[in-house]
């Protein structure tokens, strides 16, 4: 599908943004750097520079070198990863409960939870806002800002070519307010919550372990663009 400039509205461009964010922050897969490719042909602005600065950096690194710098960035570093209910209650018992909220989230959006990845992957949070509900999906994000500000300060600092893409993101969302940009120099600093005990029944991995190589997201068959389906194979 096609979509034409003069159609697009501010909410639609939004959705532009976190469609191809979703597929960039994806394990890296040639099908969803050409998806996302399509895409960047209608996003404009700073957006469409940072996420065209992540597109042409993932591919200069080669389909190998890629995956393994994706790993090394994600799934090694604490700091650095997606999941959202990391950030907000780490290693406690409020974790399952948090991830289970974004369960009900896409449920009561009519989508179901996905099946091969935790339900507070950013990549999964992205697609549910670009392609289901896109005022649920930016509820979502919104909540999630300070998180989100911390993980491209870590990616910005280490040099990832990924922190564009986060970037672009956090331009759709708005402004943090000055208690948010104190929370966030204190999660910065001190890391996520801990608790020593009392984490059952939902002791997670961090980040949590994937089975194989599934899909991210609610679909990912037919073509590129907003809508329920897209190109590509999602990533781990």
């Keep these: 599908?096609?979509?034409?400039?003069?159609?697009?509205?501010?909410?639609?461009?939004?959705?532009?943004?976190?469609?191809?964010?979703s597929?960039?922050?994806?394990?890296?897969?040639?099908?969803q750097l050409a998806a996302a490719e399509e895409l960047l042909d209608h996003v404009e602005g700073a957006a469409a520079e940072q996420l065209s600065a992540t597109l042409a950096a993932v591919r200069a690194l080669g389909?190998?070198?890629?995956?393994?710098?994706?790993?090394?960035?994600?799934?090694?570093?604490?700091?650095?990863?997606?999941?959202?209910?990391?950030?907000?209650a780490g290693d406690t018992r409020n974790r399952g409960?948090?991830?289970?909220?974004?369960?009900?989230?896409?449920r009561d959006a009519g989508a179901p939870a996905p099946a091969d990845e935790a339900p507070d992957f950013l990549p999964v949070v992205l697609e549910f806002a670009a392609t289901v509900d896109a005022g649920v999906g930016r509820r979502l994000l919104t909540e999630h800002r300070v998180p989100?500000?911390?993980?491209?300060?870590?990616?910005?600092?280490?040099?990832?070519?990924?922190?564009?893409a986060v970037a672009a993101v956090l331009a759709t969302l708005p402004v943090a307010t000055d208690e948010e940009l104190r929370r966030a120099q204190r999660l910065a600093a001190d890391g996520p919550p801990a608790e020593a005990v009392g984490l059952q029944p939902?002791?997670?991995?961090?980040?949590?372990?994937?089975?194989g190589e599934a899909g991210?997201?609610?679909?990912?068959?037919?073509?590129?663009?907003?809508?329920?389906?897209?190109?590509?194979?999602?990533?781990?």
Excluded: I
């Excluded at 710098?69 to 999941?83: K, Q």
């Excluded at 989100?148 to 564009?164: E, F, K, N, Q, T």
């Excluded at 991210?216 to 781990?236: F, K, L, P, Q, S």
């Design 63 to 88: 389909p190998m070198q890629a995956a393994q710098d994706y790993v090394a960035t994600f799934d090694m570093r604490r700091r650095a990863t997606m999941y959202l209910t990391y950030w907000t």
């Design 23 to 31: 597929l960039l922050l994806s394990y890296p897969d040639g099908a």
């Design 202 to 211: 939902f002791t997670l991995t961090v980040p949590p372990k994937r089975a």
């Design 97 to 106: 409960q948090a991830m289970l909220a974004f369960a009900q989230a896409y």
């Design 148 to 164: 989100l500000g911390v993980l491209h300060g870590v990616l910005r600092d280490v040099g990832s070519p990924y922190a564009s």
């Design 216 to 236: 991210v997201g609610m679909n990912r068959a037919g073509e590129a663009g907003v809508g329920m389906n897209r190109a590509g194979e999602g990533g781990r």
């Design 1 to 21: 599908m096609k979509l034409l400039k003069r159609s697009r509205t501010p909410a639609l461009a939004d959705r532009l943004v976190w469609q191809c964010a």
